[in-house]
C-alpha cells in the first residue's frame, strides 16, 4: 500500500493495535490459503517484479533430477576418460623409454663389438707382422662356394671343379659338379697347407673336357710354359765366420730337366729377398 516508504509503514505500524495486527494477520494468511501460485505470479507480475515470478515458476523435480544426474554422469565419464588417457600416455612413456634405453644399450653392445673387432683384428695384424719378421708363413683359409657362367666346347652343361693352388705346389680342389654352368660346391672352409710365405693364389675352374684336352696334348707331345717365382728366404743357416757381421752369401738355383736357373747372390743376409 505505502509502495516500500519505511517511514509511512513504521507510521502506520505504530497507529495499529495488535489486536488489529491480528486481525490483519489472520486475513493475509486466509487471503494466501485462498491464492494459488498463479494469482500470486500474476499480481506480483503486475508489480513488476519479474525475477520472483521466475523463482515461483512450478519445477518438474524428477526431471530436474535426472538432468543433474545426467551432467554428474558426464563429468564423471569425462573425469574416467582423462585418466584413462593420462595413464595410457604414462604406460606409452614407459615403453618409449624403455625402448630408448634398450636402442641406447644396443649401440653401446655394437659400439663394444666393433671395438672388440678392431682389437682382434690389429692384434691379429700384430701378429702377422711378427710372423713375417721371423719367417714363419700365415696359416691360409680358403672357401670355394660357387662359379657362374661355366662353358664348355664339348657339351651346354659340362662337368666342372674348382682348383686353389701355389706355384710351390699347394693345392685345394672341390668336388666335380656334374651337367650345370652355375656350379655350387659350398666347401667348407679349408686350410691350404704347404703355403709359404709371398705366395700367390691361383683360382681356376676346369671342366672335364679341359683334362681330355690335356691328356691328348700329351699323347701328342705338346708343350706348356711354366712360370717360375723365387720370392725369399728366411732363417737360413749361417755358414760363414760370423765376425763383424759376415754371415752367409744365399742364392737360389732352379733345375727342371737339362734347364737350369740361378738368382743373383745377395751378400750377408740369412734372410734373402729376391721376388724374381
Not at 692384434?123 to 710372423?131: I, K, P, S, W, Y
Not at 666347401?187 to 672335364?208: I, S
Not at 707331345?221 to 755358414?239: R, S, V
Not at 765376425?243 to 740369412?270: H, M
Amino acid at each position: 500500500k505505502h509502495k516500500g516508504n519505511i517511514a509511512r509503514v513504521r507510521k502506520q505500524l505504530a497507529m495499529t493495535s495488535e489486536k488489529d495486527l491480528r486481525s490483519q494477520r489472520e486475513e493475509l494468511v486466509a487471503a494466501t490459503v485462498q491464492t494459488t501460485v498463479e494469482d500470486a505470479a500474476q499480481r506480483l507480475l503486475n508489480a513488476g517484479a519479474d525475477w520472483f515470478v521466475e523463482e515461483l515458476r512450478p519445477v518438474d523435480a524428477e526431471e530436474l533430477h535426472r538432468e543433474r544426474a545426467s551432467k554428474l554422469e558426464e563429468l564423471r565419464l569425462a573425469h574416467q576418460d582423462a585418466v584413462e588417457e593420462a595413464l595410457q600416455q604414462a604406460d606409452e612413456s614407459v615403453v618409449l623409454e624403455e625402448e630408448a634405453q634398450g636402442a641406447m644399450a644396443d649401440d653401446e653392445h655394437i659400439v663394444q663389438q666393433l671395438a672388440q673387432a678392431e682389437a682382434n683384428q690389429r692384434q691379429e695384424l700384430g701378429e702377422l707382422q711378427r710372423q713375417w719378421r721371423m719367417g714363419v708363413p700365415p696359416r691360409v683359409f680358403v672357401m670355394m662356394e660357387r662359379g657362374e657362367g661355366i662353358q664348355s666346347r664339348v657339351k651346354d652343361r659340362p662337368d666342372c671343379y674348382c682348383v686353389c693352388e701355389t706355384l710351390r705346389g699347394a693345392r685345394l680342389q672341390t668336388h666335380i659338379a656334374r651337367g650345370v654352368t652355375h656350379p655350387e660346391w659350398d666347401v667348407d672352409e679349408r686350410e691350404l697347407e704347404g703355403y709359404m710365405m709371398f705366395d700367390t693364389l691361383l683360382f681356376a675352374v676346369f671342366t672335364r673336357d679341359h683334362e681330355e684336352d690335356e691328356d691328348k696334348s700329351i699323347k701328342d707331345g705338346k708343350t706348356g710354359e711354366l712360370t717360375l717365382t723365387i720370392c725369399a728366404a728366411f732363417n737360413l743357416k749361417n755358414l760363414d765366420t760370423g765376425i763383424l757381421g759376415d754371415v752367409s752369401d744365399p742364392y737360389v738355383v732352379a733345375r727342371i730337366g737339362d734347364q737350369e736357373f740361378k738368382t743373383p747372390t745377395i751378400n750377408d743376409d740369412l734372410n734373402p729377398v729376391w721376388k724374381e
